[in-house]
């Protein structure tokens, strides 16, 4: 489904005072740069200043930045109870407003897995936008088959729990490989952090391992293009020391061939990662683990939520970015967004034009990037250097400043992973 657009208009007013690191603002001007920060989807700045703002903001405002940064920031119970108290302020928000914030309250809703609240917000979507009526009715018999179905969910133990993965050569880069069995049955999963909502499977390993589909005519979206997939639930699935109960799965004809590794079958998406709760990656030694014992927490979240997918913080002359996270990519690269706020930084690097190709769900695709030899940036206060690392200069601007993939964890060693409490951590 085509995300609905954040256009939000706010009606700004009140008079007081509002001081911070020797800069006094009116209350106008705090009302001003949160609505700037709304407006913009800057919600890296909206949170970090948000604690210090509050006094000042008027109430339809700041209701809505609390559900924009809990949204962002994974707490999404919180983010849709901020959300259903939006409707007291639906005239000074606007329609518009309400709308997009009940498209924000369905992908929470899809997270938590209560796929009964998710039904109840694509209605609310459907009287708003009828145009997508026909599209948003296939998402919803995908949202009342579920409801009779058990969530996702993975059993820790007083003992770690080991699940050896694989780097699969692919090109100039890597797939993480995990060997999953279903009963006798094997395949090989991708360990995929851009795999959002559902894991994802060929119709013919779907009949072997004895997914059952719940429904039909999907319209799903992947790097090559837009397909159709059914929608099933597997349940049980052994992964190394790990059992996953009750996955569901999108289920469609192909995903991709790569001519290194073979007819790649399945793909372990956040459906399973986000309830694996805190994991351990260490690629040097080829395993993930589910810690018996897991850390305590940071305080600093640098993981962020938006639709689906996940991004992670990083640095670039002391500018706070975010880049997609996901491990179904074999290289990072930076975007076009990037290429164009640091064209200076690209140009500079001593790098080339090339054509380059990716590969996905839906197919494949050729882009032009510029690649530069290398580029250190700063993660989780740690400086990972990429090398040949491409710059994508056509196309259309996204929102992100560019994508981390495998490369990133190869070179950032052992790493500690949440996406329930939204931090990562290099560990070495």
């Known amino acids: ?238 992964l190394g020391d790990v059992v996953v109960k009750n996955l569901s799965f999108f289920i469609v004809e192909s995903i991709v061939e790569e001519e290194s590794v073979g007819k790649i079958e399945a793909v372990l998406g956040t459906h399973v990662i986000r309830a694996m709760g805190e994991i351990q990656i260490d690629l040097d030694n080829s395993c993930i683990t589910l810690p018996a014992k897991q850390c305590e927490a940071p305080v600093h979240r640098n993981l962020t939520f938006d639709a689906g997918n996940y991004g992670i913080e990083f640095s670039c002359e002391r500018d706070v970015l975010l880049a997609h996270f996901d491990t179904g990519r074999t290289k990072s690269d930076l975007s076009q967004r990037f290429y164009g706020e640091y064209r200076d930084v690209v140009e500079s690097s001593a790098g080339h034009r090339v054509r380059s190709r990716r590969s996905g769900v839906g197919g494949s695709r050729e882009i032009d990037v510029y690649r530069m030899p290398a580029i250190s940036l700063n993660i989780a206060d740690r400086l990972v250097v990429f090398s040949n690392i491409d710059v994508i200069i056509s196309g259309q601007p996204t929102q992100w400043y560019g994508i981390m993939g495998v490369d990133f964890l190869q070179g950032a060693g052992r790493v500690t992973l949440d996406l329930q409490r939204m931090f990562l951590r290099i560990d070495k």
């Open 1 to 238: 489904m085509k995300r609905v657009l954040l256009t939000l208009a706010m009606i700004l007013c009140t008079m007081s005072m509002w001081a911070q690191q020797k800069i006094e603002l009116t209350a106008q001007q705090a009302n001003d740069r949160v609505n700037g920060y709304v407006g913009a989807g800057d919600y890296v700045s909206l949170s970090r200043e948000l604690p210090a703002l509050r006094e000042a903001i008027v109430p339809h405002l700041l209701k809505l930045a609390d559900a924009l940064v809990a949204y962002h920031e994974g707490r999404h119970a919180e983010s849709n109870q901020y959300i259903a108290e939006l409707e007291q302020y639906r005239k000074e928000l606007g329609d518009g407003v309400i709308v997009t914030m009940q498209n924000i309250a369905y992908y929470n809703a899809l997270a938590m897995e209560d796929y009964a609240s998710a039904s109840q917000y694509l209605k609310l979507l459907m009287e708003a936008a009828p145009e997508q009526q026909a599209t948003l009715a296939k998402f919803g018999q995908w949202m009342d088959a579920m409801p009779k179905r058990k969530g996702v969910r993975i059993k820790r133990s007083k003992r770690d729990r080991v699940i050896p993965v694989e780097c699969r050569t692919v090109g100039e880069g890597a797939h993480i490989m995990l060997k999953a069995m279903a009963g006798r049955k094997r395949v090989d999963m991708i360990f995929d952090t851009g795999c959002c909502t559902a894991n994802c499977i060929t119709e013919e390993a779907a009949k072997r391992l004895g997914v059952k589909v719940l429904a039909d005519s999907l319209p799903l979206g992947g790097v090559g293009g837009s397909t159709y997939a059914k929608v099933g639930v597997l349940p049980k699935l052994k």
